[in-house]
Nanobody, 116 residues
């Protein structure tokens, strides 16, 4: 059974930082491209960042320079370090696992709220 379990969300003031984690199980982790998505109320889910097994990364323009995605293939974990958070970063953040020709998997999401 495949599971992606996110943690680390919460309430933070503007300008603050949070680190999200996602623990993956039930997949051959190193073969998957991993990603973080987010969905704000009333908006479509959007891609935040991706990371390949070879540690190549890609970011949405809105988070470049503020967010950093990383992975630990030995621990089957990915992370999202979020700095300089702004109210527009408020959303539910989802962990995603993708592999060409295979099912795409999603976590249950973790809420990030940026507010003073």
């Amino acid at each position: 059974q495949v599971q992606l379990v996110e943690s680390g969300g919460g309430l933070v003031q503007p300008g603050g930082s949070l680190r999200l984690s996602c623990a993956a199980s039930g997949i051959v982790f190193r073969l998957y491209v991993m990603a973080w998505y987010r969905q704000a109320p009333g908006k479509q889910r959007e891609l935040v960042a991706t990371i390949t097994s070879g540690i190549s990364t890609n970011y949405a323009d809105s988070v470049k320079g503020r967010f950093t995605i990383s992975r630990d293939n030995a621990a089957n974990m990915i992370y999202l370090q979020m700095n300089s958070l702004q109210p527009e970063d408020t959303a539910v953040y989802y962990c995603n696992a993708m592999r060409s020709g295979f099912t795409t998997y999603w976590g249950q999401g973790t809420q990030v709220t940026v507010s003073s």
